[in-house]
Structures are given as C-alpha cells and as structure tokens.
C-alpha cells in the first residue's frame, strides 16, 4: 500500500496534508471515547503493541513490489479486533513512521499519503462493526463470515485509497490504469489469508481469557457491550 515518491508531489500535497489531518482529528476522537471505558496505562500499552506489530507487519513480513505500489499483509482488522480503533489507528501512524525513518527513509514524503491510505479504512470497518456485530457478541465469538467482511472491506478502501491517489497524482493514462489494476487483483487476494490470521489471533485470545490479560486488549475482545 505505499504509494512512492513523485506518484503524488508539489501543491497535489496539500490535500495529502488535508486528509491526514482529518485522520488525526478523527483518531482523537475516538482516543476519548476508548478512554471512557479504558485508563491511561492500558491505552499507551494496546498504543505500543499496536505500533510494534505494525512494524512487524511492513518491515518483516513478506512484501512485494506489485503495480503502482507494495503488497503488505497490514492486518489492520486483527488490530482492530484486538486493541480497539484508535490504539490501532495510532498504532498504524507511529509503526509506519519507524518504519519510514530507520529503514525507508525514502518513504517519508509520502507518509502523510500513506498514513490517510491506512486510517481511513481502519475507521471504515470501525463503522461497520457498530452495524455488523451485535452487542451482546463479543469479538472473540465471532464467526469467519464475520471477520471476513471487515477483512474485505479493510483491503478494499485499502485498494480504493491507493488507486485514488494514483490517478490525482499520474492522471489517467492507460499505463496508470495498468498499474492500478495489477495492484489491486494482487492485493485482494490478501483477503483469502487475512480472515484466517485473524481468527487464529482470536482463538488464541479465547485460550487466554481468563489469565488476567484484559489490560492488554480493548475490552470488547472479551465483553459483549
């Protein structure tokens, strides 16, 4: 999903700049609404894991160079699941900028692009779990078709982020529309493996729930709302 150097530039940044800013703004929303039923100290830990495993993610998980961007297993929904919206969505920033300033330097002028490319869809299927799931389920009861939907459409924003900024950056000539495409038919089929990571994580949050972890987890990986 990192969209690369010169693929967006000059005063095109400005609305790269906008759309971060509206993700920041949003991220502390819902830093104040986990907040309300977290304290201090479990939020910073769930921030912390969230931004390692992000690291994890994009620097020692397999990545490929596909189209107009990278092929990244993300896990944004296993974040999700397991630490809550907004330790993930600071997560997801803080992990990408590590990334970007020890090991990609390159990255950086694009970070505010590919930081939106992330934190959008994070707050898509952050929406679509209010709808999808039923209060009295908990996360760690939910079912493949469950996971699956918030899986697809995670990557799918994904997808569709990349492909927007592709076109306002390079326009909409045909080698754009080529890249973009071959981009997209690779990345979706991250979905085919993502559901089933996430529900080997939940399963093993199942094994540990009475072993007093509660602080490391948002609290509706465990209790039905």
Do not use: C
Request: glycine content about 8%; charged content about 10%.
């Amino acid at each position: 999903m990192h969209i690369e150097p010169g693929v967006v530039d000059g005063a095109k940044m400005a609305f790269a700049y906008a759309t971060a800013a509206g993700a920041a703004g949003y991220t502390a929303k819902l830093a104040l609404q986990d907040l309300k039923t977290h304290n201090v100290g479990s939020f910073a830990v769930r921030t912390v894991l969230a931004a390692a495993g992000t690291f994890i993610f994009f620097e020692v998980l397999p990545h490929f160079p596909v189209g107009i961007s990278e092929v990244h297993f993300i896990l944004g929904t296993t974040l999700f699941l397991l630490m809550g919206a907004a330790p993930a969505a600071l997560g997801l920033a803080v992990g990408l900028l590590i990334q970007g300033a020890f090991f990609a330097p390159s990255d950086l002028p694009m970070y505010f692009v590919n930081v939106t490319t992330l934190l959008v869809p994070l707050f898509a299927i952050s929406a679509l779990a209010h709808r999808l799931i039923p209060k009295g389920k908990a996360y760690v009861d939910l079912a493949y078709s469950d996971v699956f939907k918030l899986s697809v459409m995670y990557q799918g924003w994904v997808v569709a982020w990349v492909a927007f900024w592709a076109f306002y950056g390079q326009g909409m000539g045909a080698d754009t529309w080529q890249s973009v495409w071959t981009f997209g038919v690779a990345y979706m089929l991250v979905v085919i493996i993502e559901p089933i990571a996430d529900l080997a994580v939940l399963a093993g949050a199942k094994a540990v729930r009475d072993r007093k972890l509660s602080g490391l987890f948002t609290r509706r990986l465990y209790s039905a709302t």
